[in-house]
């Protein structure tokens, strides 16, 4: 990492999912919350979230900070030819090419990734490179002074399935209910090419002032790039050291979409990884959000929902008059054996169907002034895990709009509870 030693991907990413709010300790376990939806693909990205920082490292979190990693996460460095192409800089337009338009024989190494951001950056003086690569992806970090101040900019390489739901997610803009931002948009480029330009921060709730601002481009041939950059010389544990980070949004994009990248990215290997189309709901009564819907109390007005892809995710903004509360659902299949034993201790509820219940009452988001997140964990004998989270807010990055959540423990519990949630009901 710039100005930092390169941390295990264990403890880097568990850092990345406790700032991001997405999870907590095992001590305080809870539903986590992915609502940034092109945070998602850590299926994808495992490599770079030790790297490029919290958007990627959402993804497939175990509810309570049990996290469910993909397999094969090698650090082996695979020297390969650089893809060719004239050199462009960011600030320059990109030349166009076809989306098989590949040189490069495989995966490009750390180090050769590293030499090509150099030359793509814009006139300044570069430090702290450093790169990687496994047999799928490859990134590279530097820190990049153009007489500004210092910046950490990352990019990250890999490929996925074409129109799978995994390439759709990875240019879809955030959910504001979960991540601050000052703006994103997601773009069709005129060879297809999805790409999403994003001003956001480092922390949900914008705390301490540092920027984080990312493009991540998928071609036709599911080559995905995506960038990363920041106003200080680390992504954390650095003081800002510029206004803004030091690519604006057209150059951002002129990296992101450079021939170089776009080539080294559609080169690689899909590996055995199946596409993965949309899985459709995980209940009998449809999207999480529509069973979640029909369970809420008469008398309290839904002031908003999440749509029909949810992804075993959704959430529903309910307000009793006495301001907006946010309230979670996450449904998980067969999860025997993964959080089990952790998360449902001797002192769980057992119900008379089997069905283990956890309780928990804590605080929210730190630096989230008031706020507080209840939780109901339920395990079934078949595996199958429902968790219900509500906040005093409408939102679980903003400061309490009210004293409690709209719902009360023992309505959470009923509702996780619920035989709708399940095959059977």
């Not at 958007?55 to 990693?69: F, T």
Request: with cysteine; proline share 7%; glycine share 12%.
């Amino acid at each position: 990492m710039p100005d930092a030693d390169h941390d295990p991907f264990e403890e880097r990413l568990a850092d990345v999912l406790r700032d991001t709010g997405t999870t907590f300790g095992t001590d305080q376990q809870t539903l986590a919350a992915r609502g940034e939806a092109h945070g998602r693909r850590l299926r994808s990205r495992r490599r770079a979230a030790a790297v490029v920082g919290g958007a990627a490292a959402v993804a497939l979190v175990g509810l309570g900070g049990a996290l469910l990693l993909p397999g094969g996460q090698g650090d082996g460095v695979r020297q390969r030819s650089a893809a060719a192409g004239p050199s462009a800089r960011a600030g320059a337009t990109a030349p166009k090419t076809t989306a098989l338009e590949t040189t490069a024989a495989t995966v490009m190494s750390g180090d050769e990734l590293v030499r090509t951001l150099e030359t793509l950056l814009p006139k300044g003086r570069i430090s702290n490179k450093d790169g990687g690569s496994t047999d799928h992806d490859s990134y590279a970090s530097v820190v990049y002074d153009d007489g500004g101040g210092k910046a950490a900019v990352a990019v990250y390489l890999n490929r996925v399935q074409p129109g799978s739901q995994e390439a759709r997610q990875t240019t879809q803009c955030p959910d504001k209910l979960f991540i601050v931002y000052d703006s994103c948009t997601s773009t069709k480029l005129s060879d297809g090419s999805a790409l999403m330009l994003l001003k956001g921060y480092e922390y949900p709730n914008s705390r301490n002032g540092t920027k984080r601002w990312t493009a991540d481009l998928v071609t036709p041939a599911g080559g995905h790039i995506g960038i990363q950059e920041w106003n200080s010389a680390t992504e954390k544990d650095s003081p800002v050291s510029r206004e803004q980070p030091p690519l604006d949004l057209p150059r951002l994009k002129a990296l992101a979409t450079a021939h170089e990248l776009r080539a080294a990215a559609d080169a690689m290997p899909l590996g055995d990884r199946p596409a993965e189309p949309d899985p459709g709901p995980l209940t009998p009564g449809g999207s999480i959000s529509a069973v979640l819907s029909r369970l809420v109390p008469p008398g309290i007005k839904i002031v908003s929902k999440s749509g029909p892809h949810d992804d075993g995710f959704g959430y529903v903004v309910l307000d009793d008059g006495r301001g907006t509360s946010l309230v979670q659902v996450n449904v998980q299949l067969d999860t025997r054996g993964d959080v089990d034993d952790e998360l449902f201790g001797p002192d769980a509820e057992v119900l008379s169907d089997g069905t283990k219940v956890v309780t928990r009452r804590q605080s929210g988001e730190k630096g989230i002034s008031g706020i507080v997140l209840w939780s109901v964990d339920t395990i079934r004998p078949d595996g199958r895990r429902v968790v219900i989270s509500a906040f005093n807010s409408g939102a679980q990055n903003t400061p309490a709009t009210r004293e409690k959540p709209a719902l009360t423990m023992k309505q959470l519990k009923a509702i996780a509870t619920d035989p709708r949630w399940h095959p059977q009901g």
